[in-house]
C-alpha cells in the first residue's frame, strides 16, 4: 500500500486543466438554456444511475467536450490510484499519517481486509454485533435503568462528526424509527442545549450516549458530567453504569469517566469523525431503527462504494458530481452551492453536508504545504424545498451571484396526503426550470408584463442544478446518498492535491478559548489581541 499515487504538484499543471480553461473562455456567452434547447437527447446522456439513485446534470453549464476534459483531469490527477490507495488502506490522511477506511465499516463481513497486520473487516462486524445486541436490548426493553425501567428516551451528546450524522440520520429516517422511543442530540456548549433536551425527562428512563472519537472534546465532556450530575443527583451514582453508554476510540477516557468499558463501543483512527455515521457513532441510529434497518442503510453506502470503486469513468457517479463541483468552482468562478433537500425528513442533511465539504475541502496548502493559487471547497449550505423558497431564492434567481444548487427529490412520500407529494415535486422540478433555463425579456414581455416591470421580472437563469432523485427515502437510499457526498469530497480533494481528511484549521480557536476561559473563570490575563482584550473587558462588565 503506498500513498505514492496522492499527487502534491499543482493541478494548474496538467494539460486538461489549460484545456478546461480554454473551454470554459470558448463558453462565454453559451448558456444552460441554450445547451438544453439544442439537444434533446441531452437529459438522457446527461443522467447516471446508481445505487438507487440518479443524478441528472443536463442543467449544469457543461457540454460533452467539457465533461470528458473533466474525466481526463481525473486521470491526470491520478484519482482512481488515489480512490485505490484509500480502498486498500494506504495513509492517505498524510498530514495526520493515517488510513482513511469510512469504506471499510460497511464491507461485507466475509471479506477481510488486513490493514497494518489487523484483520479490521473481522474487527468493524464485532462492535456491530455488539452494538446490534445492545440496541435490541434497549428497543425491546429488556436493558433496564437503574430502578427497573424501560428506556423511553436516548440523548447523544456529541458534536461535529459525533453529532450532525446521527442527528441528521434519526430525523431522515423518524418514518423507520421505534416510536416508543425519544431521541434527542445534544452538542452545543451553550448550556441550553441539554437544559431543554432533559428538562422534561424522568432520569429512570433516559439513555445517555456520549459520543466522542477522542472523549476529549470540551463540548461533549462538559455536557456529559452536566447530564450525569442531573442523573446522579436523582438516582446515585450506582445508576452511571445503567444509563451511560460510551462510542469512542479512547477507552482509557471512556473508563476514567466512569462509563463501564462493556459499554463502550469502539471504532478506530482510520474513521474521520466527519465520516462516522456508520461506525459505532451511529449507536443512536441503530436503536432508532433496529440492527436490520442499519444493516440495510450499511448496504446502501456499500452499493455506492462499489459503484465507486467499479464503475468506468463515463457511468460513474460521485466522480461526476466531485468534477462538476471542481468544473464549477475553478472554471465558472462559483463559490457556493445551495442544498435544497425536496424532503422534510432532510432538514438536517444541508447541516451535515457542510461539516463532511467544508471541514474536508477548505484547505489552501497542499499536502507537501505547498500553498495553492486555486480555489479549493466552495461554500455548502442549504434548507429544504419548499421553505426555503419563501426566503432566500430570490438571491439564487436575481442576485448577482451564481449558486450552484443540488435538488434532491424523493419520490415516494412516507406520509402521501391527497396531491401533497405531487406538489412538492413540482416545486422541486419548477425551481430546476427556472434556476437553469430563466426566462428573458421578450418572454416576460410576450406575457402582458408593462414595460416597467420588465426588467424586474426577467430571471436570468444559468444557475447550475444537480438533479438527485430517489424512489423513497429508507435507510438504503439515505446511505448511498451519504456515500454518494463523501467519494464526491474525496475526488475534489484529489483533483486540489489538498489532504480531505485533516481537520487542522480548527484547533487554534480551541486552544484561544482555553486562554480566554481562565481568564474569564480565575482571573488569569489571556494572551490576546487588543480587540479580544476590549470584548473581554466589556463582558466582564456586563455579567
Ligand atoms: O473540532 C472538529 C472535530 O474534531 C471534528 O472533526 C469532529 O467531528 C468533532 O470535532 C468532534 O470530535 P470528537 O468526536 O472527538 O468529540
Known sequence: MTTAALSSDSPLDTSAWAALRALAEGMEGTTIRSLVEADDSRPGRLTLDAAGLSLDFSRQR???????????????????????AMLEGAHINTTEDRAVLHTALRRRGELSLIVDGQDISADVHDVLDRMGHFAERVRSGEWKGATGQRIRTVVNIGIGGSDLGPAMAYLALRAFSDRDLAFHFVSNVDPTDLAEAIRDLDPATTLFIV??????????????????RW???????????????????????VSAFGIDPAHMFGFWDWVGGRYSMDSAIG????????????????????AMDEHFASAPAEANLPLHLGLLSVWNRNFLDIETTAVLPYSQYLSRFPAYLQQLTMESNGKSVRRDGTPVDYETGGIFWGEPG?????SFYQLLHQGTDTVACDIIVVVQSENP?????????????????????????????????PAALVPHKVMPGDRPVNLIMLERLDPAALGALVALYEHSVFVQGVIWGID???????ELGKKVAMGILSQLVEGIPADVDASTRASIARYEALR
Open 417 to 449: 396526503d391527497g396531491d401533497q407529494q405531487a406538489m412538492l415535486v413540482a416545486n422541486a422540478l419548477a425551481q430546476a426550470s427556472v434556476l437553469s433555463i430563466g426566462r428573458d425579456a421578450a418572454q416576460v414581455a410576450a406575457d402582458g408584463t
Open 62 to 84: 457543461v457540454t460533452d467536450e467539457v465533461l470528458a476534459q473533466l474525466r481526463e483531469l481525473a486521470e491526470q490527477r491520478g484519482v482512481a490510484p488515489a480512490r485505490a
Open 500 to 506: 480531505s481528511f485533516d481537520q487542522w484549521g480548527v
Open 386 to 390: 419548499t421553505n426555503g423558497q419563501h
Open 231 to 253: 442523573l446522579v443527583n436523582d438516582l446515585g451514582p450506582d445508576s452511571v453504569s445503567h444509563h451511560f453508554v460510551a462510542v469512542s476510540t479512547n477507552a482509557s477516557a
Open 211 to 228: 459520543a466522542s472519537k477522542t472523549f476529549t472534546t470540551l463540548e461533549t465532556m462538559t455536557n456529559a458530567e452536566a447530564a450525569r
Open 283 to 302: 449507536l443512536s441510529t441503530m436503536i432508532a431503527i433496529g440492527s436490520d434497518g442499519f444493516a440495510q442503510l450499511l448496504d446502501g453506502f456499500r
